[in-house]
């Protein structure tokens, strides 16, 4: 949000008017001229003259309050004086009659009596007033004064406004005063639109009235008056509660519609703009206008958009409709063409593209002059699919655009083909099977090559776009070999411009290519680069460095050859513009090339570079003057992170040199936006705001710019590696880093990074347990505070203006806390408060649930979200909730087995059992389901008793339909299976398990079955444990089940599942178990294929990598060499790498 500044305030050196405190009454026409002498002055160019102005008014409004404020209204009540000194005057009488509500405000010093003769001297004024600049700014007066003094109750229809009786009477009068000025009449409705925030329920009180009012309003013959009634007809709308309030003005509907017309095809430019703002479709004006989508909307709508109106109208129009498909996505679906239109106008706007390709060749992309209708066009096309794709209604969105796409790929014409690359790059994300991600991808790849830059351009982005959304498909062998040869000859394209995004394209691509697919391009690549590094062209230089850092992070210590050319290259570039201000984002994309590659040359081949680099670093952060968004900052962080990683303990002797700067972040924190906050920031500056309530009730204003807020994430993320990466060897930071910490916990601009603050110190927990001896009363005093300052606001979850993300994030914040800080840190009073907190806040969010549902069947609205699959926020926010304080619980498990048993087990089962049940909701369900995990996970025998009150479920729901419950019940059979008891039931376990299995891996390749191999991945974790334990009570079916078990590997999504039945798989093999490697080693190049995969993969535990490492030496080369012609060429390579590695000691 970018906060614009406001006016300086207006300073006054001594009263000009000889009135009484409170009075509103002017003595004297020689005070008058005095004072309108000051306002002349303070809209001065003269700064000097200016500044002495603007001080004898503050200091006049500060000592006599009634004086000043009676100056101004006589000032406007002057239509002599000029047009711009009386604007001026209205502006400062709005702000004498702010912040209404703080105790030293002007209008609390004013008095009962001027208050309300301030009140009727507006009205009059308003009324009487010609010149239309200062009647729309008396307006505004009205509007903000009446909007701060009026309070209605929830529930409340009054007749009339009693803070303020005459106002709504007075400005309606005026509206149906056919015999006044139509723009007195408009500005009149445009101050009662303003003034529904507050008022509407009056309105809905005197329907009768206000609907008369509405007719009329809509038919006048002026067209201003029709467009700010119509917007006033759409906040009333938006603002009605209940779909019977809504339905009492639904006999309005045409008049309103026809007026929107009216004003869309011949009002003034800033009309169209306010009724189109006004019409961006929220849950309740979509659902008003409903039937009147396809008779009236969508083809006036359609019109604006394709009219040669202004390019802003036109995007508002735009927005409209996509509005409304994000609201109901499903209604609109069902409306005849609406897709179709919509579809249409936003291919439309992408093909306005200016037509001089040699000036937008000669742009940089970060400097290119914006193309918004290009730009707005493709944003819909993406909001419409994803819109579509949460109704599951986006097949009927691609089966739409096929035919264009068929047209435009191979149009002779090259904007059509701009256009229809930029779509598929749009629309990629939510096609879910391969077969049409391919055909896309054919459709992009032809114009890789083409001849003019714009389509190449446009083919490469959408390159990137597709790496990105899907990575394992583009970048697999097949295509992979098509594609780096692209990237090569795109290196020496003529148009830089080509050159700049197909590196960028790269950065995406390369991080996702597999190591053996990539190195043979490794060599040709880095000569090109070489190259490049010597651009005089400042961009070329920064995505050369970026384009090495990735091919460094992918290829590792296979790019370790390079080290010795490249760093001395890096290390002399970062010297020359170490103190160059002009080349901050270059010097910081050197230091995140240098990271890399220090990771690939490992400690040893980086240490004797590493004092010198993190002393240009650390100097590179802390110039002085430095911009709030230099680029360096994140750079070098994520750079320190990386060498931190690379080097481990050895990195401990640079943490006292950059450690200090990095905290110092952590105080960075939102500020009250008043006038000194405003005058701070920037003009161009983005910033964050948030409405936070404070103690008394009244809600403030904090703003933090968004330079600062990242400064603190990324500090945070920062300060996190270091203590994860470093473990026990930052026991000496711990109390230095925990100080410094405590401030990030009440920052309430982002729960993420309040998240990450609480996530930080569970690792701080973690140092200090896993420290010398001497940390063990640092970590009782680090889970004491932490609990002292989250537990109390964790269980004020209950109160009536609840922020259910902060209490989820406190949640999330006690439950890792207590998982890092171990056994022996709890009493059993403190365990048992703390699970009565997380069931009680468990409880208040359903508590929270049901009043929201008794209040949507009353406003109607619950139906409507459940024919169109919509989702609120909130709701996300409360699964989290009810998630994390499961977690909470499972947490007091984890190290207090004992103590959970006897102190909190007979108020944890009944949970359990409630949630379980099949009649509850899926999303209950599975809270039940996490809590049993932990049961059996870390009660183990303790629980055992208590499975029949939920293991038959748990069991059952192995073959549940819906992923969400079938995959955490999968799991559980999983722990459940490690335990003697559960023999009875193994059998017959097993065979439900081996066809989850078999039928989730016979699925087709989707993004939309990965939920579905998620759940196999956890029924191979319960199969195997079912094996290994009790293999007599599945002796009949044992070999079955086993080769079940091989052939589905490797686990395709669930890490954690994949790291356990690969290190399984490894000592099968290891133990030449003949279920598994078959008779004669018969399966061993199927069980190396699998192994070979997961080798230093995210499926594999360090431990697993090297022991596959082992098991390569074990069989050795020659034996290797004959199963290799079994595998696939890729495999081969990397089959010989792990030996290579393997005989190297890597």
């Known amino acids: 949000l970018k906060l614009a500044r406001a006016a300086k305030p207006f300073r006054q050196h001594r009263p000009c008017v000889a009135l009484s405190r409170g009075s509103v009454h002017l003595e004297g026409k020689m005070a008058t001229a005095e004072f309108v002498e000051t306002l002349r002055a303070i809209m001065s160019s003269d700064n000097n003259l200016r500044s002495a102005a603007e001080k004898r008014f503050t200091e006049a409004k500060s000592q006599q309050p009634g004086t000043t404020v009676a100056a101004l209204f006589q000032t406007l009540a002057q239509p002599q004086l000029e047009e711009a000194l009386r604007e001026q005057a209205t502006v400062l009488l709005r702000q004498c009659l702010a912040k209404l509500s703080d105790d030293d405000s002007i209008w609390a010093k ?128 938006d603002s009605l509660e209940t779909k019977e309030d809504r339905a009492i003005f639904a006999p309005l509907l045409n008049e309103l519609c026809g007026a929107l017309q009216r004003v869309a095809e011949g009002g003034e430019e800033k009309d169209m703009s306010a009724v189109l703002q006004s019409m961006v479709g929220t849950q309740n004006s979509v659902d008003f206008f409903k039937d009147a989508v396809p008779t009236h909307v969508l083809p006036f709508l359609r019109a604006v958009a394709k009219s040669n109106k202004p390019e802003e109208i036109r995007r508002l129009a735009l927005e409209v409709l996509i ?25 439309g706007f992408m093909m306005e593209m200016s037509d001089d390709l040699q000036a937008w060749a000669e742009e940089e992309d970060d400097d290119a002059s914006d193309e918004e209708q290009f730009k707005n066009g493709k944003e819909v096309v993406d909001r419409l699919s994803g819109a579509m794709n949460k109704a599951e209604k986006f097949p009927q969105v691609l089966e739409t655009l096929k035919p264009v796409l068929a047209t435009f790929l191979q149009s002779s014409e090259w904007k059509q083909v ?25 459709g992009i790849k032809v114009h890789l090559k083409s001849a003019n830059p714009r389509v190449k351009h446009a083919a490469w982005s959408a390159v990137a776009q597709f790496a990105e959304d899907h990575s394992d498909f583009v970048t697999a062998e097949p295509l992979a070999q098509q594609l780096l ?73 296979g790019f370790a050859p390079y080290y010795g050319q490249l760093m001395p290259v890096l290390k002399q570039l970062i010297t020359a513009i170490l103190h160059n201000t002009e080349e901050r984002t270059l010097l910081g994309k050197a230091f995140e090339c240098v990271s890399l590659l220090a990771k690939a040359a490992g400690p040893a081949g980086f240490r004797a570079d590493a004092e010198g680099i993190m002393q240009a670093m650390t100097a590179a952060a802390s110039m002085p003057d430095l911009p709030a968004s230099d680029p360096v900052k994140e750079y070098m962080l994520q750079a320190a992170q990386r060498i931190c990683w690379t080097m ?64 603190l994430r990324n500090a945070l993320e920062c300060v996190h590696t270091f203590v994860e990466e470093l473990g026990k060897c930052y026991a000496p930071y711990v109390a230095q880093t925990a100080q410094a910490l405590l401030p990030v916990f009440d920052f309430s601009m982002a729960e993420e990074i309040r998240d990450m603050a609480f996530e930080t110190w569970g690792e701080l927990c973690n140092a200090a347990r896993d420290g010398a001896q001497l940390q063990a009363q640092v970590l009782g005093q680090l889970v004491n505070e932490f609990l002292t300052r989250i537990l109390p606001k964790l269980e004020g979850g209950g109160e009536e203006a609840i922020d259910v993300g902060a209490l989820k994030t406190r949640a999330d914040g006690v439950a890792k806390c207590l998982k890092k800080a171990g056994p022996g840190i709890l009493t059993p009073e403190q365990l048992k408060h703390i699970c009565q907190v997380a069931i009680k806040a468990l409880s208040d969010s359903f508590e929270r649930r049901e009043a929201q549902k008794v209040a949507q069947a009353k406003s109607g609205q619950k139906q409507v979200e459940e024919d169109d699959g919509g989702s609120d926020e909130d709701d996300d926010d409360e699964n989290g ?51 049993a995990c932990d049961m059996l996970e870390h009660l183990q025998q303790r629980v055992t008793p208590h499975w029949p009150k939920f293991m038959p479920q748990v069991l059952r729901d192995i073959m549940n339909q819906n992923a969400e419950i079938r995959q955490p019940a999968c799991y559980g059979a999983s722990l459940a299976a490690k335990n003697p008891a559960f023999a009875e039931v193994a059998a017959e376990t097993a065979v439900n398990l081996a066809k989850v299995i078999s039928e989730s891996r016979a699925l087709a390749k989707k993004k939309s079955q990965k939920p579905a191999q998620a759940c196999a991945d956890n029924a191979l974790s319960a199969l195997m444990e079912i094996l290994m334990t009790h293999q007599q009570a599945v002796a009949a079916q044992e070999a079955q089940f086993w080769s079940t078990w091989l052939q589905a590997l490797p686990c395709q999504e669930d890490e954690e599942e994949g790291k356990k039945n690969h290190a399984m798989l490894l000592q099968l093999v290891q133990s030449e178990k003949k279920e598994v490697v078959g008779e004669g080693g018969a399966n061993l190049p199927q069980v190396l294929s699998v192994l070979v995969d997961v080798y230093k993969s995210d499926m594999a535990t360090d431990e697993t990598s090297k022991g596959i490492g082992q098991l390569m030496l074990k069989i050795g080369e020659a034996g290797l060499q004959q199963l290799a012609p079994k595998l696939k060429e890729k495999q081969q390579k990397k089959l010989m790498r792990i030996h290579r590695e393997a005989t190297q000691g890597n």
């Open 881 to 931: 909730l009810r998630i994390a304080a499961c977690e909470v619980i499972g947490a007091l498990m984890n190290h207090h087995a004992d103590i959970f048993v006897a102190e909190v087990m007979p108020i944890t089962l009944p949970v359990v059992e409630r949630l379980i049940q099949p009649n509850v909701p899926v999303e209950d369900r599975k809270l039940a389901i996490f809590v």
């Open 110 to 237: 004013l008095g009962q009596q001027a208050q309300a003769e301030s009140k009727a001297q507006l009205l009059q004024l308003f009324e009487a007033e010609a010149q239309a600049k200062v009647r729309r700014k008396l307006a505004d007066c009205l509007q903000s004064l009446g909007n701060q003094l009026i309070t209605i109750e929830d529930g409340q229809r009054p007749q009339n406004v009693t803070e303020w009786p005459e106002v709504m009477p007075s400005l309606l009068k005026v509206v149906m005063d056919s015999s006044k000025d139509a723009g007195l009449r408009a500005d009149a409705v445009w101050a009662v639109k303003e003034l529904l925030t507050s008022v509407w329920p009056v309105m809905v009180a005197n329907s009768d009235q206000t609907g008369l009012v509405l007719k009329g309003c809509l038919v006048d013959p002026s067209l201003p008056v029709q467009a700010n009634a119509s917007c006033m007809f759409l906040e009333l709308v």
């Open 485 to 557: 040869p692209d990237f090569l000859a795109a290196l020496d394209d003529p148009c830089q411009r080509v050159v700049a995004r197909s590196m960028e394209a790269f950065q995406l691509y390369g991080q996702e290519v597999e190591r053996e697919i990539l190195e043979p391009f490794v060599q040709p690549i880095m000569e090109k680069l070489g190259q490049k590094l010597q651009s005089n062209i400042l961009s070329i230089q920064r995505h050369t460095v970026t384009f090495i850092a990735v091919i460094a992070g992918q290829v590792e210590d």
């Open 648 to 711: 481990k303990a050895d990195f401990l002797p640079f943490v006292p040199h950059i450690l200090p700067g990095i905290l110092e972040k952590l105080k960075l924190a939102p500020r009250e936006l008043d006038q000194a906050t405003r005058d701070a920031i920037d003009d161009d500056e983005e910033v964050n705001l948030a409405l936070l309530p404070d103690q008394d009730g009244k809600v403030k204003v904090m703003v933090m710019s968004t330079s600062a807020m990242e400064d």
């Open 418 to 442: 701009v256009a229809g690359i930029t779509v598929l790059s749009q629309i990629v994300e939510y096609v879910d099977d391969e077969p049409t991600v391919s055909q896309m991808m054919s």
């Open 323 to 347: 509005s409304f498909a994000e609201v109901r996505q499903k209604a609109m679906s069902k409306v005849p063409g609406y897709i179709e239109q919509l579809l249409d106008i936003s291919v």
